[in-house]
Structures are given as C-alpha cells and as structure tokens.
C-alpha cells in the first residue's frame, strides 16, 4: 500500500477505532476524577467491529439509523465504564446507580462548590453524553465507510476469530488468555440493571433480610440503668490503625485520649467488625448495628425499611430508656427514620446550633456533643430517664475539612457566639483536597479524639457506657487499594464488670484492636444485647 494510502488509512479507520478502544478501556487509579487510557483491547468493541463487518458484506453500507444506534450504545457503553472506574477509585466500592444518584446534589455540595460551580457541572454532565453520541457516530460512519472495501474484512473476520477464541479459552489449563482485553462493560450493565430490577419493580426484591437478634430474650438489668452513647464515627475505619503512617500520626492523640479516659476513671475495650459498607453509604452500617440485620446489599436495607423489624432502639425503649437521634448531619425530612422508634429525632434545625455555620455540615462535632449533653445528660441521673443516644459525627467526613477549633470552654459552644470570626477564618483557610485526602482525614479524628477525651474526662455522666464505632473505612484514596472493610469498636465505660463481658467476647483492652474481624457489624448487635443482659455464661458461643 502506498504512503499515501496508508495515511488515509489510518484517518478513516485505524484513529475512530483506536479512539474507541481507548475510551472502552479506560482506567483509573485514583484518587482524582480523570481517567487514563490503558494498553487493552475492548473485546465488545473487537466484536461489534466483526458483526458489523459482517453486516456490510451481507446488507452492504449501513443506514444511518443502525449508526446512530450503534453510536448511542457506545456512549452509554464509555458512560457506564468512566463511572464504574471512577467511583470505584474515588470511593472504593462499585457504583450503584439507585441508590447514588438521589445523593449526587449533595456529594456536589460537599465540594463547598458554589452554585454557579454546581451549575457548570449540571450542564457539563449533560453535554458530556451528548459530545460522545457525537464522536462515536463520526467513529462508526468512517469505520462503516471503509468497511464496504472489501479488502479489510476478511482480515477482520480472522482477528475476531481469534480474539474471540482467546476470550473463551479463558481459565482452560490454568491459563490466562484474557490479559490483553480490558473489563468488559456488559456486566457492569447487566448488575446496575439487575439492582434497579429488584428495587423498582414490584416483588422482585431479589435480597433476603437475615434474622433479627432475640431482643424479647434479654434485658438490660447488666446496665443498671446507666446512659448509653453510641457513637457513629464518620469514616473511622482500621487504615487509621494499620496504615504505619496514619498509625504514627495518630499516636499521640490515642495516648491522649487514654489518659483522659483513666482521669475520668474510665476504661476501654476494642474490637474491630466488618463493616457493610465502604467509602459512603453510612446509612447502611447505621442500620445494620441498630436491627442486627445484614444490610450489606443495599436493597436488603431498603426491604428492611418496609418491615416490622424490632431494633435496639425499640429494646431500650421496651426497658424504660428514653431513645435520642442526635443526628446534625441530616438537613432534610428523613421519613425513613421512623423505622427505627426514637423518642425524639434532633436533626440540623433541631439540635438548637446557634453558632455560625462551618462547612457543608455546618455544626462541628464538639458543639453538637456539647448541646447534647446540656439537653439530654446534664441532669442528674435520679432526675430522669437514662438515656440510649444514637450520634454520627460529622467533621471526618470526606473532604474532611473544613476543621473547626477546639474550644476549652464547653458553654460557649451554646451560644451564639461559639466560635470567634478569627477561629472560622483559620478554619476555612486550609482548602479541602480531593488528591491529597490524608493529612485532613488525620486531623479530623485528632480532632475527633480530643473533644471525646475531655468530654468524658469529667463533664460526661460517671456512669455513661459510650460506644465509639466507625460506620465505614474512608474512601479509596486514604485507606488504599484492596483495604479491608473493617472498622474499629470501643466500649469505654467505669463499670469494670460490663468491661469484662465484653473481654469474654474478644475485645482487648486498650485502642489497638489487632485482630481482623470475622464478622459482620450487623454480628455485633446480639453480643451487645447479651452483654447488657448480664449474663456472664453463653457469650462466647453467640459470638461464634
């Protein structure tokens, strides 16, 4: 073939084929938004190039009609894979379109982006399908023009023929045939499909709920009627303890915290569980400590929410304790909390925050401690009903910052003037990082350490039982590639007998759980019960 010729070549065919290969097989390491090109093959592209071959020997030149199908396929195809490597870099978890895309305005606000930022990414994500149906169908009316020459097809023919041999023979002898291809999109498609199959049709729930724990079974006479605080800490999950950077980073303000702890004549025992969810979604491990019910897959929480499912809330309440939601992250109605029977439900507006706003979060996670304990802990015990309080904190929460000070003087954070413009301007000077995630993320459960040892140094009740546990490991680019989807569990209280019981399970003493978990967060929930019965025999094989 001449140089010219081939120069025409490449234009009209080897380039739109490249191209589309090149966006059928991209990747993404993480931690930002951009992918990059891979040295793959796309075998559903390798065999849409056949069948359409196929099609102009047998039919001749396409209509534009099949073109612009085939165009309108591949875009979707290049959409679907640009969000699969994408959220599963950033986030570490495949993406679920059902259940991701009600938050998406929010995660965007998050971004502390301004409207007019919001706005530039709403029309850019819906002039991005539009400019790839546009590329694609130029790609597929050059290839389909030079495919009508029949000398490439029978080249054509025999690769695809070969390609798909080496697809098929995949895992014969041990043997890896497949190296050279990229992830194919198809069941990526199929399983988003699968899931909105199974949420939005009617009887088609393809999950089913495991069983509830015996709560009717036991009592809480091992509390003694002590307040209990469980703790949801945002994104406290075990790269924090396995990591040797964040491990040594951290050091410190664990030491610290141990020593707050003793002066409170307070003790503390750890464990690590499973948790159900990965980088988001805390909803999940919210529901699945609270029900003892596996909530990994998300259409089983959304089944769960349809049921009459006792909840360890409900148990508390059964027994006398007044139940709190102490929840200033939710900033909307969140009708779906009913499930769960609390008292009261404390949400952003209700909490009674007077302070200025700071970040998307708007109320820092010491203030929010502080308000609960003047509106549900201050009194005395012999004044009032104990209480079971929920709370998930807020300020380790990708992105992570901004960090609000801490502030010795507890009853400032009541009023209006919380924090002083100097503190708010130093805290928002430091800008959130989506690339470099990590120093924040550190900071963050610093922070987190040191308003939780003061607090239960002296100002908490002397005979609150506080839980801390993380609801799910932080997001890929923090905890790493591969991490474990563990997270760590603390019960912290000055009642050595109830310390005990859980030891019996398992737990160490100290904050350095070392060993992985077995179980699942949902597991957690029936030896929590056990241990507030009292009852000292059994517990180990229920762990089991």
Known sequence: MRPAAWSGWLARFALPLLLLNALLTMENHGPGLWPRPALRISFELAMALVALAAWVAWRGQPGARMLRLLAAVT????????????????????????????????????????????????????????????????????????????????????????????????????????????????????????????????????????????????????????????????????????DPHQAAALAPQRAQLMQALAAGGRQVVSARVRSPTFGGASWLAHAALLSGVDTQDPGAYELLLTTTRSTLVQHFKAHGWRTVNWMPGLQKPWPEGSFYGFDRYADAERIGYRGPPLGYWRVPDQASMALLHAQELAAPPA????????????????????????????????????????????????????????????????????????????????????IVIGDHQPMASVSGAGASWDVPVHVISADKSLLKRFEALGFTPGLLPMQPSTAGMHALTPLLVQAFDGTPAGLVGAAE
Not at 121 to 135: E, F, K, N, R, T
Not at 392 to 398: D, E, G, I, V
Not at 420 to 445: C, G
Request: glycine residues 8%; proline residues 8%; contains cysteine.
């Open 383 to 466: 004044e009032r009903a104990p209480r079971f309080v929920v709370f998930p904190t807020l300020t380790s929460h990708a992105p992570f910052r901004p960090i609000a000070p801490y502030v010795p003087d507890w009853q400032r954070l009541l009023r209006a003037d919380a924090y002083t413009p100097a503190e708010l301007a130093q805290a928002r000077s430091r800008p959130a990082s989506w690339t470099d995630p990590v120093p924040a993320y550190i900071e963050s459960l610093a922070y987190t350490f040191h308003w939780l040892g003061d607090y239960l140094s002296g100002r908490a009740p002397p005979q609150l039982l506080t």
């Open 75 to 242: 875009a979707f195809w290049v959409l679907a894979r640009y969000l699969d490597v994408t959220v599963s870099a950033v986030f570490g978890r495949q993406i679920n379109l059902y259940w991701d895309s009600r938050h998406l305005l929010d995660v965007l606000r998050m971004g502390e982006l301004a409207g007019s930022q919001i706005g530039a990414a709403a029309l850019l994500a819906l002039a991005v399908p539009a400019l790839l149906y546009g590329l694609a169908w130029r790609c597929w009316r050059a290839i389909a023009r030079e495919l009508v020459r029949p000398r490439p097809r029978p080249a054509i023919g025999l690769a695809g023929l070969l390609l798909f041999a080496s697809f098929a023979a995949h895992g014969i002898g041990g043997r890896d045939t497949r190296w050279f291809f990229s992830m194919p999109v198809a069941p990526i498609v199929a399983h988003q499909a699968g899931i909105l199959a199974g949420q939005l049709l009617p009887g088609q729930e393809a999950a089913q709920l495991s069983p509830s724990p015996a709560f009717d079974r036991s009592s809480l006479a091992g509390l003694h009627g002590a307040d209990v605080l469980l703790i949801f800490a945002e994104s406290y999950g075990v790269s924090s303890l396995d």
